[in-house]
Every structure is written in C-alpha cells, then in structure tokens.
C-alpha cells in the first residue's frame, strides 16, 4: 500500500487487520503511536518475518517534483527547449531522512530548556 503520509495509530489498526503486508508512505507523521502501539505486528523501517513492513517513499515525491529538478532555460528564443539530461540538476541535496536529525535536535533544546528551568520529569511545567 502506498500511501502520501505514514499511517496514524487507527488507520493502522484497519491496515492490520486487511492483512496489507508492506506501507510505503512519502511524509512522516510525528504524532503516530503506531511504533509504540502495534510493536507485535508492524515494523517500521526494517523487514521482520510476520510483521508488516512501514517504509519511507525514496525518491522524487509527486509534490516535490519541481521543488528537487530545474532546468537553466525552459524557453529559447520562443521554443521549447527540449530536456537534456547533461544540463539537468539536483536542487536539492541533503540528506533524505533529514527529519530525523531535526527531531533529535529539537529534543536536545527542549531537554535543555527543562533542565535550566530547574524542571524534572514528573514535574508539571508552568
């Protein structure tokens, strides 16, 4: 199953039980439990025998198409400049799972916030 974003913990739930055996999915979802939720029957971003296999998309997504390739001229002299490969190039070329350094990122400030605030876990913050 192909899907534009990765499954929250419910619609998982109905992928399970359909008996999908692999998700490919193009954005992340932070908020899905479904890691945490259905730990016996999905695997997220690694194969396991009897689980069901939640990838991430690698390569140009439908919406990022044009955003990732340009081309220097599309018009020349009122024609239509016809696509050359040699002349094409990539707009774009960080890292593909980049959203996984910025979630660990803003986890550190926030630690580090809690911490010189004088907060600790348990604590209600104001």
């Given at each position: ?11 998982a739930?109905h992928?399970?039980a359909?008996g999908?055996t692999?998700?490919?999915?193009i954005e ?6 479904t ?16 689980k ?7 390569g ?7 955003k ?6 599309r ?6 400049t016809?696509?050359?490969?040699t002349?094409?190039r990539l ?21 580090n916030i ?13």
């Amino acid at each position: 199953m192909y899907v534009t974003t990765f499954p929250c913990h419910l619609c998982a739930r109905h992928i399970v039980a359909a008996g999908i055996t692999r998700v490919v999915y193009i954005e992340p979802y932070a908020k899905s439990r479904t890691a945490n939720l259905y730990l016996d029957s999905i695997a997220v971003e690694q194969e396991a025998d009897g689980k069901i296999c939640f990838t991430p998309f690698v390569g140009v997504a439908p919406r990022q198409f044009m955003k990732l390739f340009s081309m220097n001229h599309r018009m020349s002299k009122g024609l239509i400049t016809l696509f050359d490969a040699t002349k094409a190039r990539l707009r774009y070329s960080g890292d593909l799972r980049v959203y996984l350094s910025n979630e660990d990122d803003l986890a550190a400030t926030f630690r580090n916030i809690l911490v010189h605030e004088g907060l600790k876990k348990g604590d209600n913050p104001k």
